[in-house]
């Protein structure tokens, strides 16, 4: 896989932490495919419940993407794996392991599927 193309998933990615930041729920939606599966500690979301929790303003204050990886699924599909340490407004930062599958629908990338994993620092037992 070429540069560009990691950049733009990467770029594509940081636009979904973007709308968040900034509490545009139609910019989330606009990242987000129709059939979006989101895999959080608090249970699974789609699409709509994914742009919903902007309904009272931005749900992150500040993000920082660290450590991550780029790999290809197979044709107009990727996955993009990274560490984000972010703060929520009212909580103390967290940093979480997010693994984000996305897709290419009709030349744009949209992504498909988000799995957050707190990073707890405790060893896989």
């Given at each position: ?46 699409r709509e419940a994914h742009a ?31 560490q984000v340490r972010y703060a ?15 897709r290419i629908e009709n030349g ?18």
């Amino acid at each position: 896989m070429d540069e560009a193309t990691k950049n733009a998933i990467r770029g594509a990615e940081r636009a979904v932490w973007e709308a968040l930041r900034r509490g545009d729920a139609a910019a989330d939606q606009a990242m987000l495919s129709r059939d979006f599966l989101g895999v959080y500690p608090d249970g699974f979301a789609g699409r709509e419940a994914h742009a919903e929790q902007l309904s009272f303003g931005p749900s992150v204050l500040a993000y920082e993407i660290g450590e991550d990886h780029v790999r290809s699924l197979g044709p107009g599909h990727f996955l993009y794996a990274y560490q984000v340490r972010y703060a929520r407004p009212g909580h103390t930062p967290e940093t979480m392991l997010v693994s984000s599958i996305w897709r290419i629908e009709n030349g744009h990338l949209v992504n498909i599927f988000s799995q957050d994993t707190p990073l707890t620092g405790q060893q896989v037992p």
